[in-house]
């Protein structure tokens, strides 16, 4: 190894010798920068050698002028019984011996001066104090790129003279410092994005604070679908599983608990259970900080537009060169040969769009950022174009077209409906066993304040406040007076929770299930009527709780129902049958407003809308109805509404050949929705999904276009999902509809209009190189034309902003083609007048026309093309600049540009026989054109 390290830098410095002998010739400023050259090269070797030496521990070649020093930076604090090295390799190399020795998690916890049930003091003295001595949970990244990292691709523009130079010049510019911001924004978004609310406790209150405010010793509150926001130590809890993909990149998912596993890292997510940690350690201390500063974002992504485009940029050119080809067999001589490579790059200039790929870019990033400021945050470019496709939204019920602010409305002890205080005491108390040992949530109430603070997913916390403000629940009291055995958590698969516990001291197993009604009462054989007596659960009985459910869910509510049993014999498992039902609870959850009519203008606009809810089926039928996804007519429809359960259990065919007719699936389990967007695909359809559960995950990873909820959603689902709706209101999934169409209309319209050009470019240079042996529009003249007016002219057309009449149309769908034969039409047509005018004059101030075409280019079909003008003040201000490049182009760079001076005379022709392609465009939009894609005439067969 040693000999390895010493070989290296051996070869290094023969190398620098070589470079030492300095040829004589050199002039002295040349020498200066071979030295300086030579001083750089140097410093890095030797640097190299170093690291090299580092990186093999312990081998340092003594020849090197190196000193190590070990910094040893031991700034403990005499607070503290623990410091920040013992806790970083605790975690970090799941030492488990040394958690053994501090006394297990409950050592740990002491050590660290906090409480598993109180957490730390919130006193701003001792946060500060944790944040100095163990540091804070914040994470430094890679800088940004400066802007000079995307000035790149000079040396590919490199066509012809120095002339060129600005042409290009200008289009580097412009193309770096449109990445260079859409680079910035991704920064900022990633800065919104990873600032997460997590739940701690502090001084006994749980209560949200952001991911950067975690310090050392904090109890963290876990649950499904979190995020774990520092290294840490499980400490209570139960059935806790952790996915650690994001770290060790397997996906199986790893127990947590107190006799097992106890470690849970920085960045891997719940996935089962729930549970509370202590944090050990934070930010850059976590294998996931250290992780982080490594990854800088990749924002060359290429979106599907965008491969497209650069196909079709490269076949184009392909078709430049083949005619070119042809020319030179015509051409015999050797010094037609500088001619030629001249005509040769010239055509090839015509034939590439070059502003298209740029183009796509420019418009994806303005509306991105337009998109910030109507409340959808773009996580992934290409969603904003295929969003434009869209032909199904598949949403899910709670939270998204609900407010998921719950509250519990009605309520049945036994088959009585009503007031608590006719029931007797006995149920009455079962109910705060139930209630309080059978949750994730919790309930604070502060010393001097009489208002009791719920925190838990939104289910739990209604229950919750019931319970205590209807049942009179001590929580704490009931809490201490029991132990529990075995927890299993709840999660959307069963759609129940259920706990076994023994009272302190006491004998006797008791189990509490609660969960979706239906579920739990076929769980049961006997039930408790309100004055606290068991009865068995008859057919008649069980027909009449089933009445209940229905009519409490027809009112829209949710129906949680409660369950128990009793058992002397020591269980390890708790009982699913044979229970005892308690009651049952209806939970109103209101439709937020706006949602029917964002519901209306996507169904409008040709998108379907289905419900996919983990939801009983008549509450979803109920909300369904009232968001007005189910009409009248489909309620006549039997297969409109199903349970998830039952489109499990179809075949593949049938599920094919049903599933475009389902409007409603009640009670799915994660893989139900993810099969349904699945199912959609294959037959074709572009599947968006929005959802904020963890349960919602599979689908959003698997939909064309994932929305997920910002406020609501959980970490899990967010990162699943391609734009996030920060305002959790389906009505901005409209809006991201017709951003989307948008974007991909103003792509079209570029298209058109840069093909225009391309088109009659190519034409006429082809023409005059077959008849005359020379091309009329030299290379300066046409990259002027590609690159300025083209670049101008894209940023003009990308911020067009989206109209409503972008919702009255037919979604485009998978397959329908970039050009379309509207496009064709237009395009041609303009080409042909162009080419036509051009052939007859042969002067060259023929990019006036784009200045016109590019108003025909603002619509693709209206016959009005100022319509909404005067709103784009940003169009208007382009065509000014393009038009005065282009004056001062023709008048005074003449030599450079090689074009012609023309007097107020020609001017004036030039502009009337340009101003001619608005009635031309207007004639040729009233031209009716097939509906069949032309090329399909041709039988061209589709390669991708
Ligand atoms: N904390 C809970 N404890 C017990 N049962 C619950 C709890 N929360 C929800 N449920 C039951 O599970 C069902 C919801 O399951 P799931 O999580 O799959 O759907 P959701 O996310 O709430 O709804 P959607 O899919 O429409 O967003 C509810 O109808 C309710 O009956
Ligand atoms: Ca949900």
Known sequence: MRRNVSDHAEKKVVGVEALLQLPKTLSKPNKKWQLAFIKIYCSRTLLNCAKHAVRKQGLFPRSLSYTAIDLDHHQEDEHFKIDTETLNDLVKNKNQEKLESLGGPNGLVSALKTNTRLGINEETEEIERRRLTFGSNTYTRQPSKSLFYFVHGLKEGWYDGGSIYVAVFLVVAVSAVSNFRQNRQFDKLSKVSSNIKIDVVRNGRRQEISIFDIVVGDIVCLNIGDQVPADGVFVEGHSLHVDESSMTGESDHVEVSLTGNTFLFSGTKIADGFGKMTVTSVGMNTAWGQMMSHISRDTNEQTPLQTRLNKLTSSIGKVGLLYNGKKTKSDEIVNAVVEMVAAAVTIIVVAIPEGLPLAVTLTLAYSMKRMMKDQAMVRKLSACETMGSATVICTDKTGTLTLNQMKVTDFWFGLESGKASSVSQKVVEMFHQGVAMNTTGSVFKAKSGTEYEFSGSPTEKAILSWAVEELKMDMEEVIEQHDVVHVEAFNSEKKRSGVLMKKKNGQINVVHWKGAAEKILAMCSTFYDGSGVVREMKEDDMIQFEKII???????????????????????????????????????????????????????????????????????????????????????????????????????????????????????????????????????????????????????????????????????????????????????????????????????????????????????????????????????????????????????????????????????????????????????????????????????????????????????????????????????????????????????????????????????????????????????????????HFFSYLKWKKRS
Not at 858 to 882: A, D, P
Request: aromatic content about 8%; hydrophobic content about 45%.
């Open 550 to 932: 229905q009519s409490m869910a027809a009112k829209s509510l949710r129906c949680i129902a409660f369950a128990y049993s009793e058992d002397n014999e020591d269980i390890k498992k708790l009982k699913e049958e044979n229970l005892s039902l308690l009651g049952i609870v209806g939970i109103k959850d209101p439709c937020r407003p706006g949602v029917k009519k964002a519901v209306e203008d996507c169904q409008f606009a040709g998108v379907n809308i289905k419900m996919i809810t983990g939801d009983n089926i008549f509450t979803a039928r109920a909300i369904a109805v009232e968001c007005g996804i189910l009409t009248s007519e489909d309620e006549m429809n039997s297969e409109a509404v199903l349970e998830g359960e039952e489109f499990r259990n179809y075949s593949q065919e049938e599920r094919l050949k049903k599933v475009e007719r389902i409007k409603v699936m009640a009670r799915s389990s994660p893989f139900d929705k993810f099969l349904m967007v699945k199912c959609l695909k294959e037959l074709g359809h572009v599947v968006a999904v929005t959802g904020d559960g963890t349960n919602d995950a599979p689908a959003l990873k698997e939909a064309d276009i994932g929305l997920s909820m910002g406020i609501q959603g959980t970490e899990v689902a967010k990162e699943s999902s391609d734009i996030v709706i920060l305002d959790d209101n389906f009505a901005s999934v409209a809006t991201v509809l017709k951003w989307g169409r948008c974007v991909y209309n103003n792509i079209q319209k570029f298209i058109q209009f840069q093909l225009t050009v391309n088109v009659a470019a190519l034409v006429i240079n082809f023409v005059a190189a077959v008849s005359a042996g020379e091309v009329p529009l030299t290379a300066v003249q046409l990259l002027w034309v590609n690159l300025i007016m083209d670049t101008l002219g894209a940023l003009a057309l990308a911020t067009e902003k989206p109209t409503n009449d972008l919702m009255n149309k037919k979604p485009i769908g998978r397959v329908s083609p970039l050009i379309t034969n509207i496009m064709w039409r237009n395009l041609l047509a303009q080409a042909f007048y162009q080419i036509s005018v051009l052939l007859v004059l042969q002067f060259r101030g023929r990019s006036i026309f784009d200045v016109f075409n590019e108003f025909n280019a603002r619509s693709l079909e209206k016959k009005n093309v100022f319509k909404g003008l005067h709103k784009n003040r940003l169009f208007i201000g382009i065509i000014v600049v393009t038009v005065v490049l282009q004056v001062v182009m023709v008048e005074f760079l003449k030599k450079f540009a090689d074009t012609e001076r023309l007097n107020w005379g020609q001017w004036g022709v030039c502009i009337a026989i340009a101003a001619v392609s608005w009635p031309i465009g207007w004639l040729v939009k009233s031209v009716p054109v097939p509906e069949r």
